[in-house]
């Protein structure tokens, strides 16, 4: 089943008089469970492509159908509500809420939302997250009193609390050194393997990029190669 489904999707910035084209119609379908990653030079529109996907922005023309709904016309709100029950975000600089225990940063998204989830339920939540990214004896911890690679799985658990449709991460191991980075990336690969997460990784290096099963290539605003499957065990 197709989770998501691209057609002919174009973004342009307009600064003042000056068009800024980005996007120049990019078709592309990723299934449920796929782990894939997003590659392209700097500058070819990655992140812009994951805003969009993340419904964080909106596409300038184009078709945005998620999980069998259409919804690149929604209203910002309605992206909003979107974000908070179908998408996961990790980021390059982790994002955690500095002062504040890994714990109660894996928990942050869901008191936010205005959902029927009881407070201790959400405790169970995170705590059984903390233990899935292996971080079961420091949820008490701070951002501060951890490392890199253990801030990246803070946020992957927390990206995970709302039990996301679909995890994003841009560039997640672009500030880790690269045996960290490999442990986030298994980690990343273990959630999609086991839990059958679909997972999105931005990134403009073949060393994460080969981790997983499938590479799309962002040239000059088009795909380059988007239905190419790397093969690997599915
Ligand atoms: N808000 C914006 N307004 C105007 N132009 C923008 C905006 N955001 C991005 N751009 C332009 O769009 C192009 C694509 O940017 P984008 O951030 O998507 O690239 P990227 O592939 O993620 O690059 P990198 O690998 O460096 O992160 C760039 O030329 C950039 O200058
Ligand atoms: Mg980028």
């Known amino acids: 089943m197709e989770l998501i489904e691209l057609k002919n999707i174009c973004k342009t910035y307009y600064m003042g008089d000056i068009d800024v084209p980005v996007l120049k119609g990019i078709t592309l379908s990723i299934g449920k469970g796929e782990f894939v990653a997003l ?40 992206r909003a509500n979107l974000r908070n029950h179908k998408i996961g975000f990790v980021f390059q600089n982790f994002n ?19 959902e029927h989830v009881s407070d201790s339920e959400v405790k169970r939540r995170a705590e059984e997250l903390m233990n899935r990214v292996g971080l079961g004896d420091r949820m008490h911890h701070e951002p501060s009193e951890l490392s890199g690679g253990q801030q990246q799985r803070v946020a992957i658990a927390r990206a995970l609390i709302n039990r996301p449709s679909v995890l994003f991460a841009d560039e997640p191991t672009g500030n880790l050194d690269s045996k960290t980075s490999e442990e986030v990336l298994a ?44 093969g690997g065990p599915q």
């Open 96 to 114: 955690l809420l500095p002062r504040t225990s890994a714990l109660e940063n894996v928990m942050m998204p869901l008191s936010y939302t205005h």
């Open 187 to 230: 980690m990343f690969k273990q959630l999609n393997v086991e839990e059958g997460i679909t997972v999105i990784i931005v990134t403009h290096d073949p060393n994460v990029a080969r981790h997983t099963q499938r590479q799309i290539h962002i040239h000059d605003g088009l795909i380059a190669n988007g239905q190419t499957s790397q």
């Open 39 to 78: 590659m392209g030079a700097s500058g070819s529109g990655k992140s812009t492509l994951m805003n969009i996907l993340g419904c964080l922005d909106h596409p300038t023309s184009g078709e945005y159908w998620l999980e069998q709904r259409e919804i690149s016309k929604v209203s910002a709100d309605e």
